[in-house]
């Protein structure tokens, strides 16, 4: 159940237009505001379909397919969120944080300060950093998402 | 289909990148190897939004390699 009453319809399109329909839609809503969408993607696992997140109704997608010139059809009925959940891989906390990768803390009480990763649990989520300019190199773990990488780590 | 060269995403938060750095979180950490597109357009009321933690809406990779 949608926590905001959104429903996910599947839309037919051409083989291989899946991403050009999402930003024909996208481009589309700037002169229909009748249109409620939330958000649209194209899996690529979902050969020749886009979903579509809103909480508009059957018909009101129909008119898609109209206005959308590789838009073909939509499947009736809608498809319930749990069934497009494993679609979405939510951006890791620690993606692209290595050991040797200089960041900046973002949250804390060390917040602003620069520091270089020293190991990185993936499992945990969290990277374990010694601050740039302190004098006695502490080890700190924080959360792999209250950092931002500056620079990578040297191949 | 002729493997043609995807635009560039940003590793950390997923977004599509133009330029050098992600205009979203500063890193220039970028690859082209990602699979699935997504546009959010109101973050705020949206499922798909929420699951993948995005607060701002734009053009977003559903997965990144
Ligand atoms: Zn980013």
């Given at each position: 159940?949608?926590?905001f009453g959104n429903k996910i319809y599947a839309l037919k399109t051409t083989a291989n237009k899946e991403r050009k329909v999402v930003d024909d839609i996208v481009k589309l809503l700037k002169d229909h505001?009748?249109?409620?969408?939330?958000?649209i993607m194209a899996p690529d696992e979902l050969r020749?379909?886009?979903?579509?997140?809103t909480p508009d109704e059957y018909a009101r997608m129909e008119q898609i397919v109209r206005l959308i010139p590789n838009a073909r059809a939509v499947v009736k009925g809608e498809t319930s969120f749990a069934e497009v959940e494993h679609f979405l891989e939510p951006k890791a906390a620690v993606a692209g944080i290595d050991e040797g990768t200089i960041v900046e803390l973002i949250a804390g009480p060390f917040k602003g300060e620069?520091?270089?990763?020293?190991r990185v649990d993936a499992g945990k989520e969290e990277i374990t950093v010694e601050l740039y300019e302190s004098m006695v190199p502490i080890p700190i773990t924080v959360r792999g998402d209250n950092v931002?990488?500056?620079?990578?780590?040297?191949? | 289909m002729v493997s043609k060269k995807q635009?560039?995403?940003c590793r950390s938060c997923h977004?599509?990148?133009d330029g050098d750095a992600c205009v979203m979180c500063g890193s220039t950490n970028l690859t082209d190897d990602w699979a699935g597109y997504l546009v959010v357009i109101d973050?705020?009321?949206s499922d798909i939004a929420q699951k993948m933690n995005i607060d701002a809406p734009g053009r977003i990779a559903l997965k990144v390699r």
């Open positions: 159940m949608s926590e505001p009748e249109f409620d969408i939330k958000a020749g379909y886009v979903l579509i997140e620069k520091a270089v990763v020293k931002r990488v500056i620079e990578k780590a040297q191949e | 635009q560039n995403v977004r599509m990148v973050p705020r009321h």
